[in-house]
């Protein structure tokens, strides 16, 4: 997919102020610093379109950015909101819940995880509630350039183990580096197999 423009629409503290659209929305979320905020730059070729946080766990909202006209890219809250009194995090995560339980133009949610660490408890019960509520997404292993590729292989054998523990099979999985800028074509490519795939009901 060849990303002609990509613009800030607005960001939002609950689904009630999120654009009110038929497009196709393209979620991105995972825990503080995973790489979220480099990853969206990398995908929309925009160096600062999503700010690359120097602070991590500061409270965040959700930003939708139009692409191409045609699709949103939503950049999520990450969780992990070590900065942040109790009673607001939870409004924020409510307000996550919503709109990733509500948002009937949601088309997949990409999950990022970062692939140097073993498969951490909230990843994983994120992605499990994210089945139970039938929820499409995919898995985004971020920073692999950090490993060398029998280790990155490893890591993801490791967390593919875990995860096959409970799930009949395996979600989708990219995996990407901001400094290499590998991964950004599969990621796209899947994002307009998705968009075609919904214009196109079987
Ligand atoms: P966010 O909090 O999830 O939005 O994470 P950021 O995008 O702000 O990235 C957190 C830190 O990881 C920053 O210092 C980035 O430069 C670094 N980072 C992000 N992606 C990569 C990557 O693919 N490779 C490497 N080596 N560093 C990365």
Not at 148 to 163: A, F, P, R
Not at 173 to 183: A, C, L, R
Request: charged residues 25%; positive net charge.
């Amino acid at each position: 997919m060849i990303i002609r423009s990509a613009s800030y629409i607005c960001s939002s503290t609950s689904l009630q102020q999120c654009p009110k659209s038929e497009k196709p929305e393209f979620g991105f979320i995972g825990r503080s610093n995973v790489g979220k905020s480099s990853l969206i730059n990398l995908l929309t070729g925009y160096s600062r379109l999503a700010k690359i946080s120097g602070n991590p766990g500061k409270t965040k909202t959700i930003n939708h950015f139009l692409i191409n006209g045609s699709w949103y890219l939503v950049d999520l809250p990450g969780y992990g909101f070590a900065k942040v009194p109790l009673s607001m995090r939870d409004k924020w995560i409510g307000a996550v819940e919503e709109y990733i339980l509500n948002k009937e133009t949601l088309a997949c949610l990409f999950v990022l995880l970062d692939s140097r660490h073993q498969p951490q408890k909230s990843d994983l019960l994120f992605m499990e509630f994210l089945g139970r509520n039938q929820i499409p997404f995919a898995r985004v292993f971020t920073k692999s350039d950090k490993l060398s590729s029998d280790k990155l292989e490893k890591s993801i054998h490791i967390y593919n183990k875990e995860m096959i523990k409970i799930w009949e099979s395996l979600p989708e999985t990219f995996v990407v580096s901001v400094v290499n800028k590998t991964g950004r074509e599969e990621v796209l490519g899947f994002i307009e197999e998705t968009i075609n795939k919904l214009s196109k009901p079987a």
